[in-house]
């Protein structure tokens, strides 16, 4: 799977929106983005993903750029509940892979302030 | 989506033991994974485990330290042999379901 590189550490205002980068340049033809994020001692929880359109979900929006190779995910209204680590991660969706594990980086620590 | 339990959510053991947790969904999935992420770091595969199919772990672990059983589809345990301090991490289930992973709540160890 393509690795990916976010900033290590963001900080938003409570009610602002929230934009999160993540490059993946080297990013091939059937691998998807996927964002989950992780709240202190707690599991990672599923977001979103995306092929090539941009995708909306209740908990957010993903932005994926006309060549693939960055990405943004899109918190509209963040609230200090929102403060979490965001792993953007790239993964192989297709028959054969449909099972491909994540592979986890770094991630992004989103702090959101009052 | 696919809710999954763990159990237990934590646990304190002495060096030495061993210590099985329990990983159960609400859901048949084919595909279940184990996690290991130690105190401030991200997640790192541990091994993947198929009904029917003895687990395929990843480079740096053992069988013989992390023994996995999956005898139905809904249902897989991951046990922590011989602890040592160092083992002391949070372990977590995942399943794939439809086209996404999904993770349970963790188990966290702490070995003394």
């Known amino acids: 799977d393509a690795k990916t590189t976010q900033p290590p550490s963001m900080d938003c205002a409570e009610g602002r929106a929230a934009n999160l980068p993540c490059n993946h340049s080297?990013?091939?033809?059937?691998?998807?983005v996927y964002w989950y994020r992780q709240i202190h001692s707690q599991g990672p929880q599923y977001i979103i993903h995306?092929?090539?359109n941009n995708e909306t979900n209740e908990m957010a929006s993903l932005i994926i750029t006309e060549d693939r190779k960055s990405s943004t995910l899109i918190l509209p209204h963040a609230t200090l509940r929102d403060t979490a680590v965001y792993y953007c991660?790239?993964?192989?969706?297709?028959?054969?892979?449909?099972?491909?594990?994540?592979?986890f980086g770094g991630g992004t620590r989103l702090m959101v302030k009052p | 989506s696919a809710v999954i339990s763990q159990k237990p959510s934590r646990d304190i053991c002495q060096r030495g033991t061993s210590l099985t947790i329990q990983c159960q969904v609400d859901?048949?999935?084919?595909?279940m994974f184990w996690y290991r992420q130690q105190p401030g770091q991200s997640l790192t595969l541990i091994a993947t485990?198929?009904?029917?199919?003895?687990?395929?772990?990843e480079s740096g672990f053992v069988i013989d330290k992390f023994p996995i059983s999956r005898p139905n589809l809904t249902f897989s345990t991951l046990t922590v042999s011989n602890m040592s301090p160092e083992d002391s991490s949070i372990y977590l289930c995942?399943?794939?379901?439809?086209?996404?992973?999904?993770f349970g709540p963790g188990t966290r160890l702490t070995v003394l």
């Open positions: 995306g092929l090539k």
């Open positions: 080297t990013i091939s033809g059937n691998e998807y």
């Open positions: 859901s048949q999935v084919t595909m």
């Open positions: 485990a198929n009904q029917g199919s003895e687990a395929t772990y």
């Open positions: 995942s399943v794939a379901f439809t086209d996404t992973q999904y």
């Open positions: 991660i790239v993964r192989k969706v297709d028959k054969k892979n449909a099972g491909n594990m994540l592979t």
